[in-house]
């Protein structure tokens, strides 16, 4: 695997960080909604940050990493790249972090074993290794400090989707769009966005996408979403 990643924009390096760059970040930074004031939680190598300050260029993004070596490596990627002066990364877990003030959005790719699953690699089993009871707290955090209008935005596995957004409704936020993820049109749905609010005036969105049509190429959803970062 390269150290890194390039994208249009920005580079990304990922050797010292338990999770590299992989589909779902790029997915969740493409797809979220932003505003003036961002939070990425669980910031990792800082893609996530990067690409919501590439789509938001009047946004202030800042990213929590309870790690301390993939957050000094978040922060060279955010200081080598064009938004430096509009990106930071506190080294410090959400339900120890005290915001200045509320968020229009809060976006996360996060950890997501909900079955007691064991990881080997202790730093990648804080990246990928969680219980209910994170995302009660994440809805809890996510309530207090989102805006009225704001939004929060995840991605997850597909078997995880159910309960955790029964844990969302308890903690008083609602559905708002939900896209389910195939790679390719024959295999079965892999991974799901969500985004939810303190606060719904419609019915959610709904919808079900590929990554990779039948002939092999980038879908034409996949490809108008990510078509700003990705090189080819």
């Known amino acids: 695997m390269p150290n890194g990643f390039t994208f249009k924009q920005f580079s990304v390096r990922h050797d010292r960080c338990a999770m590299k760059v992989g589909t779902d970040g790029v997915l969740i ?15 990792g190598t800082g893609l996530v940050s990067l690409m919501l ?27 080598a790249s064009p938004f430096a002066d509009r990106v930071r ?8 972090f005290v915001p200045d003030a509320p968020y ?13 699953m064991k990881n080997n690699d202790e730093s990648r089993a804080t990246a990928r290794h969680s219980d209910v009871t994170f995302f009660k707290d994440f809805f809890r955090f996510s ?13 997850l596995p ?23 993820v195939r790679t390719m049109p024959d295999k079965p749905i892999e991974r799901c966005l969500l985004s939810f609010a303190k606060q719904r005036f ?19 959803w996949c490809e108008n979403l990510t078509c700003d970062f990705y090189l080819h």
């Open 104 to 116: 229009d959005a809060i976006v996360s790719n996060p950890p997501y074993f909900l079955s007691g």
């Open 29 to 43: 930074g493409a797809w979220a909604r932003g505003g003036r004031r961002l939070l990425d939680i669980g910031a």
């Open 158 to 180: 597909a078997d995880g989707v159910e309960e955790i957004s029964a844990e969302a409704y308890l903690m008083g936020m609602m559905l708002c769009r939900r896209v389910w």
């Open 202 to 220: 419609s019915p959610p969105e709904m919808e079900e996408v590929c990554l990779i049509d039948s002939d092999g190429r980038r879908s034409s």
């Open 53 to 79: 300050a590439q789509r938001f260029p009047s946004a202030t993004v800042e990213g929590l990493e309870i790690d301390a070596e993939a957050a000094e490596q978040c922060q060279e990627n955010m200081a």
């Open 89 to 96: 990364v506190y080294v410090s877990a959400f339900q120890d």
């Open 143 to 155: 309530k207090q400090w989102l805006r009225p209008s704001g939004e929060v935005s995840l991605v």
